[in-house]
Every structure is written in structure tokens, then in C-alpha cells.
């Protein structure tokens, strides 16, 4: 499920969609007794540069359980660790067919990202799209959040995306 949250005195009004506050999120993921697991992501582009003709990609960047909270395996290669660096790259299928041929080889390659060198690391399945209604995101990044966000007391995410615990909506209602 994607979490939202509205706070009724906003002095800018977000809307029922809007962003959540850090701690928030944070009291979610630890006091919940809902949810199996819980990511915050943001959706971005990138500038691939190394490439004949470089171009932006519509990138996600996410906590390293995003892929294990989908339940969803690489094709090829792996996703996320939790003990990962920040220069790591998971692409869609499409990615990897269109730059690097669809050959397995291309894992361990590095691709450049803003100008910093990223490690391919895992391909996703065809057709795998996240978020699902974004359906050009090509490649995922691991993400933290910085120190300014997690301390600012109205600190805001962009998106939250939890998997809800088999029966939990029963005992919700």
C-alpha cells in the first residue's frame, strides 16, 4: 500500500496525496503493528552520460528493502543489500537490453549517473515497473535519508510504500 498522510494545519494545503513527515514515517516503521515492512522512495531523473548519445532516465531512489518489501528477485544479477553503498544501480530489463545488449556480462559494469560512477548490480523482469504508475522508470538507487531530514521536526518524504501483514486489515476494522 502507498501511506499518505494530511496535516490538518498545514499553513500550504498538500492534499490527501501528500508527502509525510519523517518522524512520522519513522513512528510508523518501529510502532506498527500493520505492516510487515515499510520503504520511503523518490522519483528523479538522472543523466547518463558514457553512453553514444546521453540522455536523463527517470530513476528511483529507495531504502534497500524496496525490492524485498515487493517481493520481486532480479532476473539477473541481484537487488539491494542492506549493507550496499549509495553507488549502486538496478535497471529495468529494457534498460539493459537497449545499452548493454541484454548480455549477462553487463553485471559488475559501471555506468555514470550525474557525473559519479555507479556499479550495475541486477536487471530486473521484463515488464517489473516501480513505481506502478510511472511506466518509464528505468533505473533504482539506494537511498538514505540525510541527517537534515531525519532531525527537521516537519522534515517531509515524498513516498511511503508498505506491505501490509496477511490479515491486518481484519484486525484494523
Known amino acids: 500500500v502507498q501511506l499518505n498522510e494530511k496535516q ?3 499553513v500550504f494545503e498538500i ?6 513527515i519523517y518522524r512520522d514515517f519513522e513512528e ?3 510502532h506498527s503493528r500493520l505492516f510487515e515492512g515499510m520503504v520511503t522512495y523518490l522519483n528523479s531523473s538522472r543523466n547518463l552520460q558514457d553512453v553514444v548519445d546521453p540522455e536523463q532516465v527517470a530513476t528511483v531512489a529507495a531504502e534497500r528493502g524496496l525490492f524485498r518489501l515487493l517481493g520481486v528477485p532480479a ?3 541481484r537487488t539491494f543489500s542492506e549493507d550496499d553503498p549509495l553507488d549502486v544501480v538496478v535497471v529495468s530489463y529494457e534498460f539493459w537490453r537497449r545499452h548493454f545488449g541484454g548480455e ?3 553485471i559488475g559494469r559501471r555506468i555514470t549517473l550525474d557525473g559519479r560512477p555507479f556499479t550495475l548490480i541486477g536487471v530486473m523482469p521484463v515488464g517489473f515497473q516501480f513505481p506502478y504508475r510511472s511506466p518509464s522508470t528505468e533505473l533504482w538507487v539506494p537511498w538514505d535519508a540525510p541527517a537534515d531530514l531525519r532531525t527537521r521536526p516537519n522534515g517531509r518524504l515524498d513516498a511511503v510504500l508498505a506491505r501490509l501483514k496477511p490479515g491486518a486489515a481484519l484486525e484494523a476494522a
Open 15 to 20: 492534499g490527501p496525496n501528500g508527502p509525510v
Open 28 to 30: 510508523w516503521r518501529t
Open 75 to 77: 532476473l539477473a544479477g
Open 8 to 10: 490538518l494545519d498545514d
Open 104 to 106: 549477462w556480462s553487463a
